[in-house]
């Protein structure tokens, strides 16, 4: 319950209770309006809380099960937090402008990552060293403006699990996208917004650049120790496989002793029995 009250006063420090003005709001956001004041609603920080608590446990669990989150925040205010906790665990993120089909055209995107990916390597390489300095500054200003948009998603080798998505309604082509796909959804959703549009809303201010640090901060931390589960995860299994093998091996050389020791033993008794065994089928002589 301490836990639950600090975190409610850092939301509350950080502006993310302030939602829209009255006549912007949309009538589902109601369950989560506390109330109103001077024309603008105020955001339940309880229900903010719940929302965001069981956001995060549903992300770290699909960070544990290995699978990849695509961030996307495009707005201003949220370009640089997106990217920087997107980059801090891992994860893919999209903070320019969302291009049209990169999740249900998701093919063509990846050929314009491998281009960018190709045209780096041999910029880098100096295969590009024949041709003439034009045509390698043209290639060079395609590859930053693929960079610019592509270069959050050039490790993402097939479709996310789930879109992370601040402010539902700047989102709305990704958001469409990742439902017609089936992929989990989890967004900021502030009073002028619908929240039956994603799979987790968290009402909250989705304009104010504090509120939306301390929301991505928090939903970042949940990922990092759904990872660090996973990295440990898999330590103590490579550590219970060295001991079955270990037990393996121990058995396999008693067992190769005790078929030695058979053999031997075989071998010792194998004269004295042959030749009671000849002379008993040789015929006595008359």
């Known amino acids: ?61 699909i ?20 990217q920087e906790c997107a980059q801090r665990v891992g994860m893919p993120f999209v903070t320019e402008r969302w291009l049209g089909g990169m999740l249900t055209n998701f093919l063509t995107i990846r050929k314009s990552v491998k281009k960018m990916q190709s045209i780096e390597k041999m910029l880098g390489d100096g295969s590009f060293d024949s041709i003439t300095k034009k045509e390698r500054l043209t290639l060079s200003r395609d590859k930053d403006k693929m ?38 959804t989890f967004g900021l959703v502030d009073t002028n917004c619908d929240p039956n549009k994603v799979d987790f809303p968290i ?47 121990a058995a396999k050389l008693l067992a190769e002793a005790e078929a030695e020791g058979g053999r031997g033993g075989g071998r010792r008794g194998g004269p004295g029995g042959g030749g009671g065994g000849a002379r008993r089928r040789t015929p006595t002589r008359r």
């Open 147 to 184: 960079e610019k948009v592509l270069g959050g998603i050039a490790q993402l080798g097939r479709v996310p699990a789930a879109l992370f998505l601040v402010d539902i309604g700047h989102e709305h082509i990704a958001l469409a996208e990742a439902k017609r796909l089936g992929i989990q």
């Open 203 to 249: 009402p909250a201010n989705d304009d104010a650049t504090k509120s939306i640090t301390i929301l991505v901060n928090y939903i970042t931390a949940a990922i990092a120790e759904g990872l660090a589960e996973r990295q440990a995860a898999k330590e103590d299994d490579v550590e219970e496989m060295t001991d079955d093998e270990k037990e393996r091996k």
């Open 63 to 82: 960070a544990r099960s290995g699978r990849k989150i695509l961030f996307v925040g495009t707005k201003k205010q949220a370009k640089d937090i997106v």
């Open 1 to 61: 319950m301490e836990n639950n009250t600090s975190l409610q006063q850092q939301l509350l420090d950080a502006g993310v209770h302030f939602g829209h003005l009255k006549k912007k709001w949309n009538p589902k956001m109601l369950p989560y309006i506390f109330a109103e004041k001077k024309g603008i609603h105020i955001i339940d920080l309880n229900k903010t809380v719940d929302c965001l608590q069981e956001t995060a446990a549903a992300l770290k669990q």
